[in-house]
């Protein structure tokens, strides 16, 4: 466990010093991401949708689908990039929480659908994140996964989802993105 904690103590210390030029380094690729993700879902979000994404960052996703949705919950564990999609934001359906996506704190349930970009490899135990993603999303609700593909392979990838009892709806595994792409649902 104490190593775990090291993890993450050394990712959230990387985002706070990279958070100046976190937009710059990474917006175009996770606007690749959400596209793509957004683009292969089985049924588009909607107004009444209860969204949570974990490991927001500074808040990419949020004008992909704050006018089509009812709220949209950010977390992250950097308070640095929590700041600065709270200077971003300029939609009023969004919160923004400093949490832990292995330790969320929503009941059971909560969310009609979960995005977790750019997460998992950012995880000591991936495992575990994508069962408490899981655990807040509603039943037969969507999931939308990313793993980083210098980081899993496609068949560990998946292998992850499964065991986490996650149906994969869709894998997209485009050469143009660096991570697998994954629309999933919750299976009992």
């Known amino acids: 466990m104490p ?4 993890q993450k103590r050394s990712t ?3 985002y706070d010093q990279t958070t100046e030029t976190y937009d710059q380094q990474y917006m175009e690729e996770q ?3 959400i596209t793509a993700a957004l683009e292969f879902l089985t049924q588009p979000v909607d107004k009444n949708a209860l969204i949570l994404d974990a490991g927001c960052g ?3 996703l949020f004008p992909h689908i704050a006018k089509k949705v009812k709220q949209i919950v950010g977390i992250d564990t950097s308070t640095k990039l ?4 709270k200077d971003n934001k300029v939609y009023c359906n969004t919160a923004l929480i400093k949490a832990d996506a292995d330790f969320l704190p929503f009941k059971t349930e909560t969310f009609t659908y979960t995005f977790a970009f750019t997460l ?3 995880t000591p135990n991936p495992q575990g994140t994508v069962e ?3 655990r807040v999303t509603r039943r037969d609700a969507t999931l939308v996964i990313t793993g980083l593909k210098k980081s899993f392979t496609q068949a560990a990838f998946v292998k992850l989802l499964e065991k986490a009892r996650l149906e994969i709806l869709a894998l997209k595994t485009d050469d143009a ?3 697998f792409v994954a629309i999933c649902r919750k299976r009992l």
């Not at 929590?82 to 999609?85: D, M, N, P, V």
């Open 132 to 134: 408490e993603t899981r």
């Open 3 to 6: 190593d775990q904690w090291k």
């Open 12 to 14: 959230i210390r990387h």
């Open 82 to 85: 929590l700041k600065k999609a």
């Open 58 to 60: 500074t808040g990419i």
């Open 31 to 33: 606007d690749l991401k």
């Open 120 to 122: 998992l490899q950012n």
């Open 177 to 179: 993105l660096k991570d």
